[in-house]
């Protein structure tokens, strides 16, 4: 995965990616699909997505695209 990969400002449920998200903001609302998100729990979810999209498809991960993301969390 690549080491600037967004995954803690990237929204786990609609793919939206904030323009910045400061170390010390520990939760955040999506200003796209309005869910609220842990940074940690979103930022492993994403990173779980990447991971399995790597395994199955041969995919780059990287913080240049959107990644889809579904299923339940």
Do not use: F, Q
């Not at 929204?11 to 323009?19: A, E, I, K, R, V």
């Not at 842990?38 to 395994?55: E, P, S």
């Amino acid at each position: 995965m690549d080491r600037w990969y967004p995954s803690s400002k990237r929204c786990s449920c609609c793919g939206h990616t904030l323009d910045s998200l400061p170390l010390d903001i520990r939760a955040w609302a999506c200003p796209e699909c309005k869910t609220e998100h842990d940074r940690d729990v979103n930022a492993a979810v994403n990173i779980k997505a990447a991971g399995l999209a790597v395994l199955a498809l041969g995919e780059n991960v990287s913080g240049m695209g959107p990644v889809p993301v579904s299923g339940s969390r």
